[in-house]
C-alpha cells in the first residue's frame, strides 16, 4: 500500500475498460441481430465486437493483477469484496443450471399424451447412466478433491506441490470435457428429438460450458501459482475458482442422478 | 480555547495514525481446523490419486467393453428438422408456408435494391 494513504481502500485510476467493454458489447448484439437476419456486415460486425469484448476482458484483467499483486492495492479490506461478490454469483448459477434440471424432472414426472405419457418419451433411446455419465461423474469428483488439494498446498506455502495439484485438476477437467463429447456424439437422439432432448441437451450443455469456464478459470489461476503471483496470505484469485470449481462438480451429481440416472432408466 | 486546540490536535493525530499493520488472522479451512497444512496437503494428494486411479480403472473398463451403436440421428438442423415433421403432419401449411417464405424473400429483395 502506498505509505502516504491513510485508509485501506482501493480508490482505482480512471479507466477505459469500462466504455470499451460496453462498446464491445453494443457491437456484439447488433452483429449478432445482423447476422441471423439477412443483413449485410453483420457477420464482420459479430466478429469485431467479439474480438473488443475479449481484449477488453484480457486487458482490464490484466490491469486488476498488476493493481493487486505487484502494486499490493488488495488489502484484506479490499478482498472482501470480490470474496462477497463471488457468493451472490455462484448462488444466481447454481438457480440458473437447476430451472434446466427442474424443466426436465417436471417433463419426466407427468410425461403428456404427445410423447406417448412415458419417460424416455416413446421412440427415444436414452445413453446408459452405467456408462460414460457414470464415469465422468468420479472424474469431476476427483478434479474437485485435486483443487483442494492445490489449496492446502498454496496454504501451505508449497508452491511446486501446488502446481502439480492444478495440473491434474485442468487435467481431469479435460478429460471430463472429452468424454462428453465423446457421449454427445455418440448419443442416438438430438436436441430436437422431443421435450427429452431439449433438455436433456441445454441442461447437460449448459453444465459443460460451466466446466469449460472453470477450467480456463483453472489454468489461469495454474499459470498465475507458476509465475508465483499467489501467497498464502492473498490468493483470492484462486479461492474464488475453487469456489467455482466445488460449484460445478458437486452441480454435476444433480443430472447425473436426475436426468441420466432417473430420467434413463 | 486551549483545550479545543489539544481537542483538534489529538483528531488530527488519530486521523494521521497508520492503519494497523498487524497481520490479521488466518483463514483456515472449517473442516481442517485441528490438522496442519502440511497434513491437510498430503492427505488431499492422497485422495487425489485414489480418485485418478479410480477413474482410470472406470475408463478401462467401459472403453475396452464397447459401445452400443444406435441408428444415425437425423442430419437435419433443429429447424429444419422441426419444420419437415410440422408440415408431414400438417400437409395443408406447406401451401402456407411456401406462400410466406416467396412474400418473405421478396421483402428482403425490396429493402436490399
Not at chain 1, 484480457?58 to 492495492?73: A, C, I, K, P
Not at chain 1, 508465483?228 to 492473498?234: N, P, R, V
Not at chain 2, 486551549?2 to 497481520?23: D, E, G
Request: charged share 15%; aromatic share 14%.
Amino acid at each position: 500500500m502506498i505509505e502516504s494513504q491513510r485508509h485501506s481502500y482501493h480508490l482505482v485510476d480512471p479507466s477505459p475498460w469500462p466504455i470499451s467493454g460496453s462498446l464491445g458489447a453494443l457491437a456484439t448484439t447488433v452483429g449478432g441481430v445482423m447476422y441471423m437476419h439477412p443483413f449485410q456486415g453483420g457477420a464482420t460486425l459479430l466478429s469485431l465486437g467479439l474480438i473488443f469484448l475479449l481484449y477488453t476482458m484480457f486487458v482490464w484483467w490484466r490491469d486488476v493483477l498488476r493493481e493487486s499483486t505487484l502494486e499490493g492495492h488488495h488489502t484484506k479490506v479490499v478482498q472482501l469484496g470480490p470474496r462477497y461478490g463471488s457468493i451472490p454469483f455462484i448462488v444466481s448459477e447454481v438457480m440458473f443450471l437447476f430451472a434446466f434440471f427442474r424443466a426436465s424432472s417436471h417433463s419426466s414426472l407427468a410425461p403428456t399424451v404427445e410423447i406417448g405419457g412415458i419417460w424416455p418419451p416413446k421412440g427415444i433411446g436414452v445413453l446408459d447412466p452405467r456408462e460414460i455419465p457414470f464415469l465422468n461423474t468420479p472424474i469431476l469428483l476427483s478434479s474437485g478433491a485435486a483443487v483442494t488439494w492445490a489449496h492446502h498446498a498454496i496454504l501451505a506455502g508449497k508452491e511446486k506441490r501446488a502446481v502439480y495439484a492444478l495440473v491434474a485438476t485442468v487435467s481431469l477437467a479435460l478429460v471430463f470435457t472429452g468424454f462428453q463429447g465423446m457421449e454427445y456424439y455418440q448419443a442416438p437422439f438430438t436436441i430436437s428429438d422431443s421435450i427429452y432432448g431439449s433438455t436433456f441437451f441445454l441442461a447437460t450443455g449448459f453444465h459443460g460450458f460451466h466446466v469449460i469456464i472453470g477450467t480456463l478459470f483453472l489454468i489461469i489461476c495454474g499459470i498465475r501459482q507458476y509465475l508465483g503471483h499467489l501467497t498464502k496470505e492473498h490468493h483470492v484469485g484462486f479461492e474464488a475458482a475453487a469456489w467455482y470449481w466445488h460449484f460445478v462438480d458437486v452441480v454435476r451429481l444433480f443430472p447425473f442422478v436426475s436426468i441420466y440416472w432417473w430420467g434413463g432408466i | 480555547m486551549a483545550m479545543a486546540v489539544v481537542r483538534s490536535s489529538l483528531l488530527r493525530t488519530a486521523l494521521r495514525r497508520k492503519p494497523p499493520t498487524a497481520a490479521p488472522p488466518r483463514r483456515n479451512f472449517a473442516s481442517a481446523g485441528h490438522h496442519s497444512d502440511e497434513h491437510e496437503t498430503a492427505k488431499w494428494e492422497k485422495i487425489t490419486y485414489l480418485g485418478i486411479a479410480t477413474c482410470t480403472v472406470l475408463s478401462i473398463y467401459n472403453l475396452s467393453k464397447g459401445h452400443p451403436h444406435h441408428e444415425e440421428p437425423p442430419l437435419d438442423s433443429y429447424l429444419t428438422g422441426f419444420r419437415t415433421r410440422l408440415l408431414n403432419l400438417f400437409p395443408s401449411l406447406a401451401t402456407a408456408a411456401s406462400l410466406e417464405e416467396e412474400y418473405v424473400y421478396k421483402k428482403i429483395v425490396e429493402t436490399h435494391a
